[in-house]
């Protein structure tokens, strides 16, 4: 697996509920952004990828609640593709609260890759070049 750096976020009050405590809702924006970060250091920006009539819907996401996330905690978002098929990957993601290694939570996320239509796309045939980066990043079994 390549080298990537974790995604860093710090809470902002806007994000959590009269406790102080994350809404649940935000976890799947968090998830979001620490993709996009991903993808962005591998050279697959989804910007790019749409210019070439890719679109990664989500199919699936899991949240896994540890332990409360609140206003202004830092986290760190460690995401890692664990499948990837010709049409589909998936992705599991560990938050920890940034500089420690408390684990508040886990989830995962299965994607397509689909034209503007919507429909199906093999991408190790249509496109192997962006088909091989991600295969670079998947987490190997251990």
Request: proline residues 4%; aromatic residues 12%.
């Amino acid at each position: 697996m390549s080298n990537t750096e974790s995604y860093i976020r710090v809470i902002n009050y806007y994000e959590t509920d009269q406790m102080h405590v994350v809404h649940h809702s935000n976890y799947a924006r968090y998830l979001e952004e620490a993709r996009l970060n991903l993808m962005d250091q591998v050279g697959l920006s989804y910007d790019k990828m749409e210019k070439l009539g890719i679109i990664i819907p989500v199919l699936e996401l899991h949240d896994y609640y540890i332990k409360s996330i609140t206003y202004g905690d830092v986290i760190e978002i460690v995401p890692t593709i664990v499948k990837l098929t010709p049409v589909r990957f998936t992705l599991e993601y560990e938050i920890f609260r940034s500089g420690t290694d408390e684990l508040i939570h886990r989830a995962q996320t299965s994607h397509a890759f689909v034209d503007s239509e919507f429909k199906p796309m093999n991408m190790k045939k249509k496109f192997p070049d962006l088909y091989e980066k991600m295969q670079a990043i998947v987490r190997k079994a251990e």
